[in-house]
């Protein structure tokens, strides 16, 4: 099985640090089972502006526990707009795998708040909200522009994050970047 995993590129005018959106799939519950014989062997495919990470598959099981942990190394902020969009299929050997649920989660909240736990509601192919539910952790880390390049001396401030969820703000003194607070986000 291969995850159709695209390179992380770093554009040519970059400068700074780059950010993350970092994705635990945790485990389902109460999957669908589409084997004849046995249980669904699932595995959760997920895609970010094209970018895609997809779990091992877990065999013979309806609540599958993953706990498996995927980044996204970002270069732009995301936007209000972002999705993340989350496929669970059964693992077929000789067939095509069948899809189980599916969901497209916003991350409207995650760009707000930084990291969050979520239950996702898995659609089925004609898009009903059945029984079968996704547990993830989310983490958002934005990219820093390089200080030296973005601000002007003892004018400007940005909020960084430093540290996962403790932001900081950040002003260019006598070319020293200087912390000015720090807070918990």
Same mark, same amino acid.
């Given at each position: 099985m291969v995850s159709g995993r695209k390179a992380s590129v770093v554009p040519e005018d970059f400068k700074g640090q780059a950010g993350a959106v970092i994705v635990q799939v945790k485990n389902a519950s109460d999957l669908p089972n589409k084997d004849m014989l046995g249980e669904s062997d699932p595995f959760v495919d997920m895609e970010l502006e094209g970018i895609k990470r997809t779990t091992r598959v877990i065999h013979s099981e309806l609540n599958p526990e993953w706990n498996e942990t995927f980044?996204?190394?970002? &270069?732009?902020?995301?936007?209000?707009?972002? *999705? =993340?969009?989350?496929?669970? &299929?059964? &693992?077929?050997?000789? =067939?095509?795998?069948?899809?189980? +649920?599916?969901?497209?989660?916003?991350?409207?909240?995650?760009?707000?708040? +930084?990291?969050?736990?979520? !239950?996702?509601?898995? #659609? /089925?192919? /004609?898009?009903?909200?059945?029984?079968? #539910?996704?547990?993830? &952790? =989310?983490?958002? !880390?934005?990219?820093?522009?390089?200080? /030296?390049? /973005?601000?002007?001396?003892?004018?400007?401030?940005?909020?960084?994050?430093?540290?996962? #969820? *403790?932001?900081?703000?950040?002003? =260019?003194?006598?070319?020293?970047?200087?912390?000015l607070s720090a807070a918990i986000w």
């Open positions: 980044t996204w190394k970002r &270069y732009t902020p995301l936007t209000e707009e972002s *999705i =993340l969009l989350i496929k669970v &299929y059964d &693992y077929e050997k000789i =067939l095509k795998n069948k899809l189980l +649920g599916e969901a497209v989660y916003p991350l409207k909240d995650l760009v707000r708040l +930084g990291a969050q736990e979520a !239950t996702v509601p898995l #659609r /089925d192919r /004609d898009g009903k909200v059945g029984e079968s #539910r996704l547990n993830l &952790y =989310l983490e958002y !880390t934005k990219p820093t522009l390089d200080p /030296d390049e /973005d601000m002007e001396e003892g004018k400007s401030s940005v909020p960084v994050f430093c540290l996962g #969820r *403790i932001v900081c703000v950040v002003s =260019l003194m006598r070319s020293t970047l200087v912390l």
